[in-house]
């Protein structure tokens, strides 16, 4: 005998998180006995920022039936084919984070490896001229990939960059048409059931009780249900991730239009560029123990290309995450669930793969433990993943001053000594189950942030030196004569996904 | 950076089926640059009348440029689609390998069986398993089109004695040597062999030494031991139920398990007291510059055949992580973590299997397995981890084999509606009985595999 299901969701908050939850969701209500609702107060804005992806973003698109191109040229948005990192390693040097593969693996031999060797014999190219998304995004050009996997256009891989309060809009009006009931208003007041400490309703300002079965909480940092009603309790990473402020500011579109988002180490922090079809977004994450507000504010002003558009935004968070994003009846999504500096553009992913398993694990109404306890050790140990990779990139750097010493010196977890011994022992990655960032994704950071092995695989010696060295010639001679080949990015745009001239407002 | 390779020998310890096979696959990997010795000690242990693979064996046979048809043919053997469970009262069920069907709105494919299972209108779900289907009816599709559904995937089973053959002549052929047998291992510093004394009076040396002796050292510091081992009796058989599945009994205090051969089975006995040694693993195979692979890492009771199995899995952790040189530290470490993880849930594995046949405690709280069972028990949801040599749908086979039937189903399931729900499981299973018909026989595949073979130009089959 089954539960009766769920009849009532009721999500509070309008934010990404909020509206791709609605998006998701609403496909419950095919069963006929489900209904969505969502409740958001235009009193409390949204945190208006989180405007750069990772590739998995293209599944959720495809699960809601998003046409690509639609979607682009309703949000503002560009493609984006990785992340330069500037001056992370030390000052005046970059290397890009490129989404997809470098070269083929040959006999069973990673790629990486053959080149590892063939540098250990010989000049020949950086690593990164053997990635097609690498090489087509420093020529700031841009062709979708292509299915066939002979095809080096195969090997590319894309996320995108949109304005945020667009892609809210964009996905609240997939989730009304498919019957999701949105309510404006701000909840004041949160009622529980005495018989089980569930949330029972939520009381708006206009005095009108919403009750629910389940209640998603995507209220922002305040979460306001997860911790304002179930005290969840947080775990703080502020040791290894001191981050904690952020100023942001958008300027002027310049031109070429990249399609990369770009990483710039400051004194006490960085500072992040993500090129829209209208506008660039920027901001300067930093650490409040190294750097004042005002002076934040002027680094970022002083380091912007274009004109600002608009007066610079504060903001405030703390990096770690909540140690149960689900009690009770109420799941925290975004950045209620907990927060990981935008470094890698992964906040959005955390929502999507948070929604995802929700499905996966969607209760009745019985609430059984069982399904609580498996999301919250999933989405932990996600976090702790995602976090791992963060850690790295201010970890192995050559900075000096005081907060990238700290960095620099400080124990990081297990985990990730584990994986950096590993690379630098004979460049060795290997990728666990379920993870988020692949070996290629960790080949770049890793590599990148100037961690160098001190030998290679010894199966890469298996190959003779010719076929290594013809090989290594062939892919860069594919990769670097079909990169100059593909449009221009901008070009693309234009003609494809172009937005209207006058952008609607968006909605916060 | 170092570069070149640094090791120049490679000396296998044990003249046995797991000692030829690590040195065919590494005499082919390795070629050109590291010389593979077989050392034969005397310990080693006899190849098993019968051995059985999973379909990921493939992948090492392959690398070592060998063909399964080849060495079945070699070797006395038949595809293996499967394990045909047989339980008490006539009633039976079979784990076979790949996926049963696709999965359709963002749910898994049983999990739309399920939802109309728990609404009481739907038959079993064999049935929707071409993979099933076929290991129960001894019938074999090697490579066919079928329409729409997942291609069964296959392992082995092969004469032991056969297969430690042809793996010693693949390994000479690639240009492995056999030495003179042990008569003493020199101890050097740090848990390391300084050189091995052979009983021809010359010391070998090598850079890295495998225990493939197929003995492990009981109750060794680091040993997860896992109870006595039963007393194993093979025998032939001349019955020939079905050649596609290995038949399998979990009997009162034994397993009574046969191996379809071509023309013959073996039976093996296994249960009782008189067993040798300890059933258990390693949980530091690699010491010093001495790895141990197969049985003498891990020893695990003979439920779904974990012999070759356990082989692969050190064979292919040292692929990903051959050492270079003297300094094997990381490698060691690295090696130790992931195959004692693998070892123990291939133990879970079977331990899943008796737990839900009522012959194993139930698992506590915080063990790996109690996860599984809860979430699969829950609803349908199943859960595997790093390490797995059985994946997502084995588990799923065995859980619903033993009769764990999930309380619930995913809820996505309702996004499409009970009649069209209905009609495509109908139409699947349609699409499996005509797959199922185009399939061979494989009593007939047997008999054109192993008929005598004339010499023809063009070889081969
Ligand atoms: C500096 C910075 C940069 C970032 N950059 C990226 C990036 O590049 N890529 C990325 O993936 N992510 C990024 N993120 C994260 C990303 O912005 C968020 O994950 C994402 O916007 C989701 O936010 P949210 O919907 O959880 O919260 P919010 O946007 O804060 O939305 C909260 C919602 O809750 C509602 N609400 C709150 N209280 C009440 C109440 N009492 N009653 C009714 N409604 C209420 C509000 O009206 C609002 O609609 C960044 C974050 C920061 C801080």
């Known amino acids: 005998m089954s539960a009766a299901p769920i009849g009532d969701v009721v999500i509070v908050g309008g934010g990404t998180a909020g509206w791709m939850t609605a998006a998701a969701l609403s496909r419950l209500q095919k069963g006929g006995r489900t209904r969505i609702r969502l409740i958001e107060s235009d009193d409390i804005g949204t945190v208006g920022v989180g405007e750069a992806t990772i590739p998995p973003i293209s599944q959720f698109n495809g699960l809601l039936g998003i046409d690509e191109n639609d979607f682009l040229s309703k949000t503002q948005g560009t493609f984006k084919l990785g992340i330069e990192f500037e001056g992370w390693t030390r000052p005046g040097h970059s290397y890009m984070h490129p989404f997809g593969s470098y070269g083929h693996d040959a006999e069973g031999i990673r790629f990486y490896q053959l080149w590892l060797r063939g540098r250990a014999e010989g000049r020949i190219p950086d690593l990164g001229e053997f990635c097609l998304s690498e090489a087509a995004a420093y020529l700031h050009r841009f062709l979708p990939p292509s299915r066939d996997p002979r095809d080096v256009l195969s090997s590319l891989a894309y996320a995108y960059h949109f304005d945020a309060g667009l892609y809210a809009a964009y996905l609240r009006r997939h989730a009304e048409a498919a019957g999701v009931r949105r309510t404006e208003g701000k909840v004041v007041d949160v009622a529980l059931r005495g018989e089980d400490g569930f949330v029972r309703s939520v009381t708006l300002a206009s005095g009108e009780v919403v009750e629910g079965d389940l209640f998603v909480d995507c209220s922002g940092f305040r979460g306001l249900l ?148 498996e999301y919250n050790r999933l989405m932990a140990l996600q976090f702790e993943q995602v976090r791992d990779f963060l850690i790295l990139h201010y970890h192995r750097t050559e900075r000096d001053g005081a907060f990238w010493r700290y960095l620099r010196e400080m124990e990081v977890p297990e985990s990730l000594r584990r994986r950096i011994e590993l690379f630098a022992s004979k460049g060795r990655i290997f990728r666990h189950e379920d993870e988020l960032f692949g070996e290629d994704n960790w080949l770049a950071v890793l590599w990148g942030q100037g961690v160098r092995p001190e030998g290679y695989d010894p199966l890469a010696d298996t190959l003779s030196k010719e076929a290594v060295g013809k090989l290594l010639a062939g892919t860069h001679r594919a990769i670097q004569s079909t990169a100059p080949q593909l449009p221009a990015h901008a070009a693309y745009i234009e003609r494809h996904c172009a937005a209207r001239p006058h952008p609607p407002e968006t909605s916060s | 950076m170092t570069s070149g390779l640094r090791t120049e020998r490679i000396a296998v310890l044990g003249e046995t089926w797991e000692g030829w096979l690590c040195a065919a696959f590494l005499a082919r990997l390795l070629g050109r640059m590291t010389q593979v010795v077989v050392v034969p000690t005397p310990q080693d242990a006899g190849a098993p009348p019968a051995l059985a693979s999973l379909p990921s064996m493939r992948g090492l046979h392959d690398a070592m440029g060998l063909d399964e048809h080849d060495l079945a043919r070699a070797c006395e053997g038949t595809f293996r689609l499967g394990t045909l469970h047989e339980r008490e009262a006539g009633r039976s069920f079979v784990v076979p390998f790949g996926a049963p069907g696709p999965s359709l709105e963002g749910a898994a494919f049983h999990q739309h069986w399920l939802r109309l299972k728990v609404q009481g209108d739907e038959g079993g779900f064999e049935p929707h398993w071409l993979g099933a289907v076929l290991a129960r009816s001894g019938r074999f599709l090697p490579q066919a089109e079928v329409e729409g559904l997942p291609l069964p995937e296959y392992g082995l089973h092969l004469s032991g004695a056969a297969y430690a053959k042809f793996m010693q002549r693949a390994a000479l052929h690639y240009g492995a040597k056999r030495a003179a047998r042990l008569a003493q291992a020199l101890p050097g510093n740090d848990d390391r062999i300084d050189a091995l004394r052979l009983e021809d009076g010359a010391d070998l040396r090598a850079d890295l030494y495998l225990d493939c002796t197929g003995t492990a050292p009981d109750a060794a510091a680091g040993w997860h031991d896992a109870g006595a081992a039963p007393a194993l009796a093979w025998s032939e058989d001349s019955t020939q139920p079905n050649l596609s599945a290995t038949r399998m009994r979990l009997e009162e205090d034994a397993e009574d398990i046969l191996i379809p051969l071509a023309g013959r089975s073996i039976r093996l006995r296994s249960g009782g007291p008189g067993g040798e040694g300890r059933l258990g693993w390693q949980a530091r195979s690699w010491r010093g510059n001495l790895v141990a692979i197969g049985a003498a890492a891990c020893r695990l009771p003979p439920l779904e055949m974990p012999q070759m199995r356990i082989a692969q899995i050190g064979i292919e952790a040292l692929r990903g992580l051959l050492p270079n040189g003297a300094d094997q530290r990381v490698e060691r470490e690295e090696f130790n973590r992931v195959t004692s993880e693998a070892y123990a849930r291939l133990a879970d594995f079977q331990r899943l299997h008796r737990i839900l046949a009522g012959r194993a405690a139930q698992p506590a709280p915080d063990d790996p397995l109690a996860r599984k069972i809860e979430q699969f028990e829950s609803r349908g949801r199943v859960v595997t981890y790093d390490g797995e040599s059985f994946d997502q749908d084995s588990h799923l086979a065995v859980m619903l084999g033993h009769g764990l039937m999930p309380r619930r189903y995913d809820p996505l399931t309702e996004t499409v509606p009970a009649g069209e729900a209905r009609s495509r499981l109908k139409q699947h299973r349609r699409a499996v009985l005509r797959a199922a018909e185009t399939a061979q026989d494989q009593g007939e595949v047997a008999r054109i595999l192993h008929a005598p073979r004339r010499r023809s130009a063009g070889g081969g089959r």
């Open chain 1, 226 to 373: 997860i911790e304002g009603a179930m005290e969840a309790g947080f775990e703080d990473w502020r040791h290894w991730l001191p981050c904690d402020r952020a100023v942001a500011v958008p300027s002027a579109r310049t031109e070429p239009l990249l399609p990369y988002t770009r990483s710039t180490a400051r004194e006490a922090g960085w500072q992040w560029r993500i090129p829209l079809q209208h506008r660039t977004g920027n901001g300067l994450v930093y650490c409040s123990d190294h750097l004042s507000a005002e002076d934040a504010e002027q680094t970022l002003l002083a380091n912007l290309e274009g004109q600002p558009l608009g007066e610079p935004r504060h903001l405030r968070f703390t990096t770690g995450r909540r140690k149960e994003a689900w009690v009770g009846n109420v799941v925290a999504i975004g950045l209620s669930a907990g927060f990981l500096e935008p470094l890698e553009s992964t906040s959005i992913h955390l929502i999507q793969s948070g929604i995802h398993k929700l499905l996966a694990l969607f209760p009745d109404s019985r609430f059984a433990e069982i399904e609580r306890t």
